[in-house]
């Protein structure tokens, strides 16, 4: 591999880790704010009150009960 090729593989696998690692944070953060939900609904919160709470539409909040 020449120095260019090096040079472009390694931006591209910065680039792919970077995406890896924002997707990783953004899919927690979402089980996250499910879990709270799930918790919400357990303590017997309205599942409008919890959708609003947690910013997730009210399919969403309902999918959690299954």
């Given amino acids: 591999m020449n120095d260019a090729e090096t040079k472009g ?3 591209g696998k910065k680039e792919g880790e970077k995406i890896g690692i ?3 944070r953004e899919e927690g ?3 996250g704010i499910e879990k709270t939900a799930l ?3 357990k303590k ?3 599942v409008e ?3 609003e709470i947690s910013m ?3 399919d969403e909040v309902e999918k959690l009960k299954v």
């Fill in 49 to 51: 009150l919890t959708a």
């Fill in 9 to 11: 593989f390694d931006k």
């Fill in 22 to 24: 924002e997707k990783g």
């Fill in 56 to 58: 997730l539409s009210v």
């Fill in 29 to 31: 953060e979402k089980l």
């Fill in 44 to 46: 017997g919160m309205s």
């Fill in 39 to 41: 918790n919400m609904l």
